[in-house]
């Protein structure tokens, strides 16, 4: 069956309404830019505006350059890539970034979108794979590579996860939150007119219940989670 729609008509639009997606790429290494270049270029509706290897120049490059989607190199310093994202969101938040790292870190990935960015992709990945990510950034969709994905699941399940401490009912709580800060279990129980023993107990149940197995990481925990809420029961 013959198509007769025009290879401009079929071709993913830039932002500018036009049919050329224009990228902008960020990243340190000279040779990995000019794999980049080749790789948008070998398709005929994406081309390269612009490039450079400092976070410094990333503001002109961006108000200078018209660019649709920017691929941004994660490993960056002074400023750091993180700190380069949030920059292009501040002063360009309809402007799709593309982050690109060394790893494949779930918990690097959750950063990296609550920054801002719109699609993670790692430096291994395929060349079809980049073309890919671009695509679906710049018809407004996220984009995260299958070897991240599985990744980004499991830090997200990590950090959804109910903390340790909601656990445990009030008492233990209160017992925790006096652990933590350095109280002897003598001490403790004179505070609260309860037995050394009931505290030792109390003591037993909140190390079992949150996975634990000493005074030293409890007081960890404390000094993490300085102002975590305790169950009301």
Same mark, same amino acid.
């Given at each position: ?22 990228? =902008? ?35 002109? =490059?961006?108000?200078?350059? /018209?660019?649709?989607?920017?691929? =941004? ?69 996220? *984009?995260? /590579? ?48 309860? /037995? ?5 107990? *109390? ?10 197995? /000493? ?19």
């Amino acid at each position: 069956m013959r198509n007769d729609e025009s290879e401009s008509t079929r071709r993913p639009p830039g932002l500018d309404g036009g049919s050329t997606i224009r990228v =902008l790429v960020i990243d340190e290494y000279p040779i990995v830019r000019a794999g980049l270049r080749k790789i948008f270029e070998r398709e005929r509706d994406i081309v390269v505006t612009g490039e450079t290897g400092t976070g410094a120049e990333v503001r002109g =490059l961006v108000a200078q350059k /018209s660019s649709d989607v920017v691929v =941004l190199d994660l490993n960056l310093h002074n400023p750091s890539g993180l700190e380069v994202l949030k920059e292009i969101k501040r002063e360009h938040p309809g402007l799709p970034v593309l982050v690109v790292s060394e790893h494949r870190e779930g918990q690097l990935a959750v950063h990296a979108f609550r920054a801002g960015a719109a699609g993670y992709i790692t430096r291994k990945a395929p060349p079809e794979e980049w073309v890919e990510a671009v695509r679906q950034l710049i018809q407004g969709r996220r *984009y995260v /590579s299958p070897a991240v994905a599985e990744e980004l699941i499991g830090a997200l399940g990590d950090e959804l996860a109910p903390a340790p401490h909601l656990r445990l009912s009030k008492r233990e709580y209160q017992v925790l939150r006096l652990i933590g800060g350095g109280t002897s279990v003598s001490q403790i129980a004179k505070d609260m007119r309860l /037995s050394v023993k009931t505290i030792s107990t *109390y003591r037993a149940r909140i190390l079992e219940k949150m996975g634990m197995r /000493s005074n030293a990481e409890l007081v960890r925990y404390v000094l993490r989670h300085p102002a975590a809420p305790a169950r009301h029961s």
